[in-house]
């Protein structure tokens, strides 16, 4: 078992920055990938960005590459989603997700945490 904690979000103007933190506890971590997601009300879930836990690799969806950037701290057991340059359009639940592999696909993924809201004023 797998358990996510986010923390971070909270009221922004557009423009500015947020950090969210990802707290993961449970079985080790190796090859897993450990993901952002987000939602906004009325839409479907999106990828946002991911991170490969062994060796670090990173990628992300191209309404955030080059404002977002996405970090794991392996003694911590945390990741990270460093946000600049927000936007109204970010507004959104952000979920931090794990998956025995990196992936972009929403349904690679097998754990949750709950979430944290992120709104952007314009």
């Known amino acids: 078992q797998v358990q996510l904690v986010e923390s971070g979000g909270g009221l922004v103007q557009a423009g500015g920055s947020l950090r969210l933190s990802c707290a993961a506890s449970?079985?080790?971590?190796?090859?897993?990938?450990l993901g952002w997601f987000r939602q906004a009300p009325g839409k479907e879930r999106e990828f946002v960005a991911a991170i490969s836990w062994s060796v670090g690799v990173t990628f992300y969806a191209d309404s955030v590459r080059g404002r977002f950037t996405v970090s794991r701290d392996i003694a911590k057991n945390t990741v990270y989603l460093q946000m600049f340059s927000l936007k109204a359009e970010d507004t959104a639940v952000y979920y931090c997700?794990?998956?025995?592999?990196?992936?972009?696909?929403?349904?690679?993924?097998?754990?949750w945490g709950q979430g944290t809201q992120v709104t952007v004023s314009s």
């Open positions: 997700a794990a998956a025995r592999r990196f992936a972009a696909r929403r349904e690679v993924y097998d754990y």
């Open positions: 449970g079985r080790p971590f190796s090859n897993d990938g």
